[in-house]
């Protein structure tokens, strides 16, 4: 049986009972919800990889994920979470981290086996010391690695589900309102700025810029490439920034963003043209959003480029400011914005937005709407 076999047929068990637990011992049961539920989403994709590779090869430790520790019954920990948990948890929408586990600081750049005795430094404590004890309790036969992989996505689609109905509960209430006067542009930009305002909430500005090209693609015509993951470096993804836009005549880039939710810097904008110089491509704009304050002076160093480039535009925006031209510049489609908007906030995954991002903005939409 495969690894993606043997995932395939715990998600079909596990969904058969999912508000069923298969752990009948009551602490390794509160290990295993403490670890799916914890907000660093590491700990579940640990957790998960080590399990499947102990089922694929029942003669690994699963306290081995590290080949560098060079013993017969050591593995390949961050293999099995890219090859098999990644695409297995996305293909079933699971709320965990969309990348690897094993490169956070807690788990990279380890050469032994995980050991309570031995503490990892990473944020809660309690998270790597639970997913050690329940390693430590599949490695001494304690409890069946299928058992507590069963259970992990047991309560992962438990979680999903019941994120989904709140969502779900949050877009009834919206749609009760369509009857009411319309929301305004300056109503729209009042909810995104509370939203944006939220913590950790940096991945709103490039869908801010993303849903006003879907909004505007057919007047504009220039349309937004698919946007790339969250912690994707662009050296990794190939990409000049956070957002391209593409001509669609020609399908040409025509414009780069790159989102900022810090001041922008002279050394950033020397960085920019680096990569813009290096990838040979003729661009027209190449333009920072940021929600911080701009210096004058960086602004001014940023125009200074534009003859040295043959033409290429680099300038900085206020985030807000953007969004609020945009929205008064193309009123009538401002409740398109809105519900594109929406619909890139509520697909991302939980690692870029979090659940209870994406509940604020349908609450604040709620209140926004009810008020008209």
Do not use: W
């Not at 957790?47 to 003669?59: H, N």
């Not at 017969?72 to 297995?88: H, L, M, V």
Request: aromatic share 6%.
């Amino acid at each position: 049986m495969t690894p993606d076999q043997i995932l395939d047929i715990s998600f079909t068990v596990a969904q058969r009972s999912p508000n069923t637990t298969f752990v009948q011992q009551p602490n390794i049961r509160g290990q295993i919800e403490y670890i799916c539920q914890c907000r660093n989403r590491a700990g579940v994709r640990l957790l998960m990889s080590c399990l499947l590779a102990k089922m694929d090869k029942p003669k690994v430790d699963p306290r081995k994920p590290y080949t560098e520790i060079g013993t017969a019954d050591c593995f390949s920990g961050r293999g099995y979470d890219e090859q098999y948990i990644s695409p297995f948890a996305t293909k079933n929408k699971l709320p965990v981290n969309a990348t690897t586990a094993f490169l956070t600081p807690a788990l990279r750049n380890i050469a032994q086996p995980l050991s309570v005795s031995k503490e990892l430094v990473g944020n809660p404590k309690d998270l790597y010391k639970k997913a050690i004890q329940v390693l430590d309790g599949v490695a001494n036969g304690t409890i069946q690695a299928n058992v507590v992989l069963q259970e992990v996505i047991r309560i992962l689609i438990k979680m999903r589900n019941e994120n989904e109905a709140r969502l779900q509960s949050f877009i009834s209430a919206i749609k009760q309102a369509e009857e009411a006067v319309p929301i305004s542009s300056e109503a729209i930009v009042t909810l995104i700025s509370q939203h944006l305002a939220c913590p950790h909430s940096s991945r709103l500005l490039t869908l801010i810029v993303t849903a006003a090209y879907k909004t505007a693609q057919q007047a504009l015509l220039e349309y937004a490439l698919p946007l790339t993951a969250h912690t994707a470096a662009d050296s990794t993804t190939g990409t000049l920034g956070d957002i391209e836009i593409c001509l669609c005549s020609d399908d040409r880039k025509a414009t780069i963003y790159e989102m900022k939710s810090k001041g922008v810097l002279i050394s950033d904008i020397d960085a920019a043209i680096k990569k813009i110089t290096a990838s040979g491509q003729k661009i027209d704009n190449y333009i920072f959003i940021t929600t911080d304050k701009i210096d004058p002076l960086v602004s001014e160093y940023a125009r200074s480029f534009y003859e040295a480039t043959g033409g290429i535009e680099i300038a900085i925006l206020g985030c807000i400011d953007f969004l609020r031209h945009f929205l008064h510049l193309f009123h009538r489609t401002r409740l398109d914005y809105l519900e594109n908007y929406q619909a890139l906030v509520l697909a991302e995954p939980d690692s870029a937005v979090s659940q209870a991002l994406k509940e604020v903005l349908l609450t604040l939409r709620v209140a926004a709407e009810s008020v008209n």
